[in-house]
T-cell receptor, first 115, second 113 residues
Framework: DAGVIQSPRHEVTEMGQEVTLRCKPISGHDYLFWYRQTMMRGLELLIYFNNNVPIDDSGMPEDRFSAKMPNASFSTLKIQPSEPRDSAVYFC?????????????FGNGTRLTVT | SQKIEQNSEALNIQEGKTATLTCNYTNYSPAYLQWYRQDPGRGPVFLLLIRENEKEKRKERLKVTFDTTLKQSLFHITASQPADSATYLCALHSGGGADGLTFGKGTHLIIQP
């Protein structure tokens, strides 16, 4: 399996622009997670889906952030409008089942820079 | 509030020695604890999972302990190698039916030849 695939790997945009990050989870994994990583705050859970349905979006920082999962093989995280403080590495992860004993499989992230 | 604490300072270890990393947590009652490795420019990679009723778990040169009384997990790499240099993260579920993991900020390990 190719693992979790994220695109783009790098995104540089100007403040106020819309940004869309993409994720393809591992086939057969029912859970999909979006995380953000910064030096100051570490890895933060933004939102997660089960069977394409958003379950918990309490980590989404503001209404500027939105996430969708139109089917089992694709998810997007959108920021509109983007701000410099959104600069971070955004990771997508998938898991085959629920529960504390289920490891996460991460993609290699999208490094977002908002100028 | 819930906290997961790992030593934020880099840990320098000489090749061949045992590296020990610490993960402390407060206001969690986890049934499981997980450890991940993260290399620069890459996503975290799962290494080991330990259950609350397991005192110790081993995988090749890796060993993890889990003390629910002390609220602490120790992660050991024996016979360390420069290729073990990376950031190591511990992770817990926050409970309450949530499925997402909460991560510590990680400890940067440097194995010097």
């Amino acid at each position: 399996d190719a693992g979790v695939i994220q695109s783009p790997r790098h995104e540089v945009t100007e403040m106020g622009q819309e940004v869309t990050l993409r994720c393809k989870p591992i086939s057969g994994h029912d859970y999909l997670f979006w995380y953000r990583q910064t030096m100051m705050r570490g890895l933060e859970l933004l939102i997660y889906f089960n069977n394409n349905v958003p379950i918990d979006d309490s980590g989404m920082p503001e209404d500027r952030f939105s996430a969708k999962m139109p089917n089992a093989s694709f998810s997007t995280l959108k920021i509109q409008p983007s701000e410099p403080r959104d600069s971070a590495v955004y990771f997508c992860a998938s898991s085959p089942r629920r529960g504390q004993n289920s490891p996460l499989h991460f993609g290699n992230g999208t490094r977002l820079t908002v100028t | 509030s819930q906290k997961i604490e790992q030593n934020s300072e880099a840990l320098n270890i000489q090749e061949g020695k045992t590296a020990t990393l610490t993960c402390n947590y407060t206001n969690y009652s986890p049934a499981y604890l997980q450890w991940y490795r993260q290399d620069p420019g890459r996503g975290p990679v799962f290494l080991l999972l330990i259950r609350e009723n397991e005192k110790e778990k081993r995988k090749e040169r890796l060993k993890v302990t889990f003390d629910t009384t002390l609220k602490q997990s120790l992660f050991h790499i024996t016979a360390s190698q420069p290729a073990d240099s990376a950031t190591y993260l511990c992770a817990l579920h926050s409970g309450g039916g949530a499925d997402g993991l909460t991560f510590g900020k990680g400890t940067h390990l440097i194995i010097q030849p």
